[in-house]
């Protein structure tokens, strides 16, 4: 059986080191998957908003169609040029 054999301080310092840096990347692992976390249910809120805005546009505009009829509007000036039949 071999003899035990005692690490250099330098070595040792190297060891730790290496560790320390193992734990600084899984930390940083851990804080973005934490971000990605936050992303995803950030972007999953705004799909939800953007439904419920073409919702509400496609509410709009049947209501506009039904008493004005077919045709386009300038949002600019708020004229309603009725389409031709």
């Excluded at 005692?6 to 998957?33: A, P, R």
Aim: hydrophobic letters at 25%; aromatic letters at 8%; charged letters at 35%.
């Amino acid at each position: 059986m071999p003899e035990e054999v005692k690490f250099t301080e330098e070595e040792l310092k190297q060891v730790q080191n290496i560790q320390s840096k193992y734990t600084d990347i899984q930390n940083q692992f851990g804080q973005l998957k934490m971000a990605q976390i936050r992303l995803d249910e950030q972007e999953v809120e705004l799909e939800e908003s953007l439904k419920s805005i073409q919702d509400d546009e496609k509410k709009f505009l049947d209501g506009i169609t039904e008493k004005y009829g077919e045709g386009t509007l300038n949002p600019e000036t708020g004229v309603f040029t009725p389409t031709k039949s």
